[in-house]
C-alpha cells in the first residue's frame, strides 16, 4: 500500500463537527450558569417569604424538580425529531424556546410565576433538544470514520465542561455583585449565540430524515408483541404490563406525599419498568406482523434500557453537588469573598484534565498491562467511584455535626472521585447510547439516556420525602447521626449496590454496532 493510498484510507473527520461543537460550548454555558446559582438565588431572594428554616428545603426541591423536567422533555425531543421534523430543525426551533426562558429569569426575577414559567421554558427547550445534538453529532459519521467519533463525544463532553466552568465560576460573582437580571441575562445571550452558530451550518450537516408513520416503530412493535395472543401460550407478559400500568395509577394517588413532579415520574417508571418486562417476554410473537430487523431493534432497545436503569443512582448523586454539597459548602469555612456555589467549577475543570489524561495516559497504560476498559467496565466502575465520593462528603458531615469547623478545601476530595465517576459514566454513555440504538430510534435511545438523569432526580425527591416521616425520622435519630449525614451514607450504599449489579448485568451484554453505512 502506497503512502497516497494509506492517506485516502485514513478516516476524516468532518467538516461540520466545529459548528455543533461550538454551539454545544455555548448552550452549556447558558445552561450551567442559571443552574450553578439556581439553589443560591432561591435561598436569598425568590424563597424569602418563607420561614428561614424551610428555605433550603424548598430551593432543593424545586432544584430537583426543574432537573426531572430537563431530562423528561428529551422524550418529547426525540420523538418530534424522529417522527416528524428532523433533528435539526426540532433543535433550531427548541432552542428559541429555551432562549425565551432565560429571558424570563432575566425579567421575572422578584416574580415566582414568571421565574417559574422562565424555568419551564428552559426544561422544555433544554431538555428537547439534549438527546437530538448528541445523536446529531453521531450521523455525521458514518461506517467509514466511526473510529473517530468517540474521540469527538469525549471532545463533545470537553467542551460542554468548557462552558460550565467558566460559568460555574463567573455566575454567583456577577449574581452577587450586579444582581440576578444580569446573572440569568448572560446565560439568555449566550443561549442566543450558540442558536446562531447552530443555524450557521445548516447546509453543512448531515441530515437524516425522519420516518413518520413508521409501522415498525418501537411502540408498535411493543403493542403488537404485547397484544398478540397465540392459542396454548399464557399472556404473562400482558398481564405484567398492565400491572405495571394500575401501580401508576396508584402512583398518582402519592401526590399530596411527594408532589406532582415526583408522582408523575414515578407512574411513568412503573409504565416504563414493567412494561418492558412484559415486552421482552412475548416480543418473539411480534415476528408475525413486523420484520425481523424491527424486532431486533426492539429487543436491542429494551436490553439498552436495563444498563440505563442501573444508572440512574449515579445521577441521584451527581447532581446533588448542586444542591446538597452547595448546602454543605455554605456552613463550611472559607474565604470572604468566596462563594460556596463556585466550588462547582472544581467539577468541569477536573473534567478537562481528566478526558485528556485518560484517553491519552490511562487507558493506553492500562490496555499495556492486559487490562481492557471496555465502555461498560468504564460506567461500572464510574458508579462505584461516585459511591466513595458520597462515603467522603457523609464523614464530613459527620464531623461538622460534631462541631469541627472544616474548611471547603476538604470538598476538593470528594470532587475529584465524582467526576473521575463522572467521565467514566457520563461521556462513555453517549457513545454508548448512540451506538447500540438502531437506526431509525437514535433520537429515542438518547431520549432514555436522559430520562435516567431524570430518575436519578426523581430518587432524590423520595427520599426527601421519606425522611419528612415521622417514622423515619425517629428511626434516623435512633443511629445517633443528622438527617443529612444519613442521607448522604444512604445514596454512597445506593450507588455501590447499583455498580455490583451493573457489573454483573454487563458480563453477559453483547455489543452492537450501529451506526450508519457510509
Not at 467558566?166 to 445571550?189: E, N, T
Not at 462547582?344 to 477536573?350: D, G, I, S
Request: hydrophobic fraction near 50%; aromatic fraction near 14%.
Amino acid at each position: 500500500m502506497t503512502q497516497q493510498t494509506a492517506q485516502l484510507d485514513k478516516p476524516k473527520m468532518p467538516g461540520q463537527i466545529p459548528y455543533i461543537i461550538a454551539n454545544e460550548g455555548c448552550e452549556r454555558f447558558s445552561f450551567y450558569g442559571m443552574r450553578n446559582i439556581l439553589t443560591p438565588f432561591l435561598i436569598t431572594s425568590l424563597l424569602l417569604s418563607m420561614p428561614e428554616s424551610m428555605r433550603a428545603g424548598m430551593a432543593k426541591e424545586v432544584f430537583h424538580t426543574f432537573v426531572i423536567g430537563v431530562y423528561f422533555f428529551p422524550l418529547l425531543g426525540g420523538w418530534l425529531a424522529d417522527r416528524f421534523f428532523g433533528k435539526y430543525n426540532t433543535v433550531f426551533w427548541l432552542s428559541l424556546v429555551y432562549c425565551a426562558g432565560h429571558a424570563c429569569l432575566a425579567v421575572f426575577e422578584n416574580n415566582k410565576e414568571g421565574f417559574y414559567t422562565g424555568l419551564f421554558l428552559i426544561a422544555l427547550g433544554s431538555g428537547g433538544i439534549k438527546p437530538l445534538v448528541t445523536s446529531f453529532v453521531g450521523d455525521q459519521f458514518d461506517q467509514s470514520n466511526r473510529s473517530l467519533a468517540q474521540k469527538v463525544f469525549d471532545g463533545f463532553y470537553w467542551i460542554i465542561n468548557f462552558g460550565s466552568f467558566f460559568a460555574s465560576l463567573l455566575m454567583p460573582i456577577f449574581l452577587k455583585q450586579f444582581g440576578a437580571s444580569v446573572a440569568f441575562g448572560i446565560p439568555g445571550i449566550l443561549m442566543f449565540i450558540a442558536t446562531v452558530i447552530f443555524w450557521s451550518g445548516r447546509t453543512k450537516y448531515v441530515h437524516v430524515p425522519p420516518s413518520p408513520n413508521n409501522p415498525h416503530s418501537f411502540l408498535n412493535v411493543v403493542k403488537t408483541a404485547l397484544n398478540a395472543r397465540q392459542p396454548g401460550q399464557s399472556r404473562t407478559g400482558y398481564f405484567i404490563a398492565v400491572l405495571g400500568a394500575l401501580l401508576a395509577v396508584a402512583a398518582l394517588f402519592l401526590t399530596p406525599n411527594v408532589g406532582l413532579v415526583a408522582a408523575f415520574c414515578l407512574a411513568l417508571v412503573l409504565i416504563l419498568g414493567f412494561g418492558g418486562m412484559g415486552a421482552w417476554l412475548q416480543l418473539e410473537r411480534a415476528r408475525d406482523v413486523h420484520p425481523d430487523e424491527a424486532v431486533d431493534g426492539v429487543r436491542a432497545v429494551l436490553r439498552v434500557l436495563v444498563v440505563f436503569a442501573l444508572v440512574t443512582p449515579f445521577w441521584s448523586l451527581f447532581d446533588q453537588k448542586a444542591s446538597t454539597w452547595v448546602l454543605q459548602a455554605n456552613d463550611m469555612t472559607k474565604p470572604e469573598w468566596f462563594q460556596a456555589a463556585q466550588m462547582q467549577a472544581l467539577n468541569p475543570m477536573l473534567v478537562m484534565l481528566l478526558i485528556p489524561f485518560n484517553n491519552l495516559i490511562l487507558y493506553p497504560m492500562l490496555k499495556r498491562m492486559g487490562v481492557e476498559l471496555t465502555a461498560l467496565r468504564r460506567m461500572g466502575l464510574g458508579i462505584a467511584f461516585s459511591g466513595l465520593a458520597w462515603i467522603v462528603v457523609g464523614f464530613m458531615q459527620l464531623a461538622m455535626d460534631g462541631g469541627d469547623a472544616l474548611s471547603i478545601t476538604w470538598q476538593i476530595l470528594p470532587y475529584a472521585l465524582l467526576t473521575f465517576g463522572e467521565v467514566l459514566v457520563s461521556a462513555t454513555g453517549l457513545e454508548f447510547a448512540y451506538s447500540q440504538a438502531p437506526l431509525a430510534m437514535k433520537g429515542v435511545i438518547m431520549s432514555f439516556w436522559n430520562l435516567s438523569v431524570t430518575i436519578g432526580n426523581l430518587w432524590v425527591l423520595l427520599a426527601n420525602s421519606s425522611v419528612k416521616s415521622p417514622a423515619v425520622t425517629e428511626y434516623i435519630k435512633t443511629t445517633g447521626i443528622s438527617v443529612t449525614a444519613f442521607q448522604m451514607f444512604f445514596f454512597a450504599g445506593f450507588a455501590l449496590v447499583a455498580a455490583l449489579l451493573f457489573a454483573l448485568y454487563a458480563r453477559s451484554y453483547q455489543m452492537l454496532n450501529n451506526y450508519r453505512k457510509s
